[in-house]
T-cell receptor
Framework: EPEVTQTPSHQVTQMGQEVILRCVPI?????FYWYRQILGQKVEFLVSFYNNEISEKSEIFDDQFSVERPDGSNFTLKIRSTKLEDSAMYFC????????????FGEGSRLTVL | AQKITQTQPGMFVQEKEAVTLDCTYDTSDPSYGLFWYKQPSSGEMIFLIY??????QNATEGRYSLNFQKARKSANLVISASQLGDSAMYFC?????????????FGTGTRLQVTL
């Protein structure tokens, strides 16, 4: 069964460092998303991406964050200068259609900022 | 704007019994979809069931069914014949089906514990 894959599964970084989280969405999907989940809290939307551009972003997704689809298969989330409060589980998701059907989630990348 | 409310932070159910996890929502979108995801302790998000606001019948997927009451804006998940492996966090979510609002909005989740 096709799946969304994310790397790394866990990354530990120092505050102020840049982090890149990588995702390979399901191959025929066109809509891509990043969500985050701070430990014990709800899943929060960060950004959606379609046709090589951001279609929607939340207030969390400030100038420290960026997304890219560099090669037609990977979908990356970059945090330029990490803060302690960026520590969370980051989920990549993809969907085949814009509105209907489920989002398929990856297993998540746990980011720990020290 | 969309809002999902899950009022049960934790629920217990005995193995083989049925359990209902509550979810209410609020939205200004005329058409929308409602989802339930399961998050086991390993952390991944597993899709369980989907209900469209335009669907006449309640969705069912194996042991999962969605009790959709549109007038009450509720979309409760019913798990029948609970199994120990059902112990997990359960999230209700929704997305609008119009405009550009394709993102999922999640509730705060309900932690289900299945006991012997």
């Amino acid at each position: 069964e096709p799946e969304v894959t994310q790397t790394p599964s866990h990354q530990v970084t120092q505050m102020g460092q840049e982090v890149i989280l990588r995702c390979v969405p399901i191959s025929n999907h066109l809509y891509f998303y990043w969500y985050r989940q701070i430990l014990g809290q709800k899943v929060e939307f960060l950004v959606s991406f379609y046709n090589n551009e951001i279609s929607e972003k939340s207030e969390i997704f400030d100038d420290q964050f960026s997304v890219e689809r560099p090669d037609g298969s990977n979908f990356t989330l970059k945090i330029r200068s990490t803060k302690l409060e960026d520590s969370a589980m980051y989920f990549c998701a993809s969907s085949e259609r814009q509105f209907t059907g489920e989002l398929f989630f990856g297993e998540g990348s746990r980011l720990t900022v020290l | 704007a969309q809002k999902i409310t899950q009022t049960q932070p934790g629920m217990f159910v005995q193995e083989k019994e049925a359990v209902t996890l509550d979810c209410t929502y609020d939205t200004s979108d005329p058409s929308y979809g409602l989802f339930w995801y399961k998050q086991p302790s390993s952390g991944e998000m597993i899709f369980l069931i989907y209900q469209g606001s335009y669907d006449q019948q309640n969705a069912t997927e194996g042991r999962y069914s969605l009790n959709f009451q549109k007038a009450r804006k509720s979309a409760n998940l019913v798990i029948s014949a609970s199994q120990l492996g059902d112990s997990a966090m359960y999230f209700c979510a929704m997305r609008g089906l119009t405009g550009t609002a394709s993102k999922l909005t999640f509730g705060t989740g309900t932690r289900l514990q299945v006991t012997l």
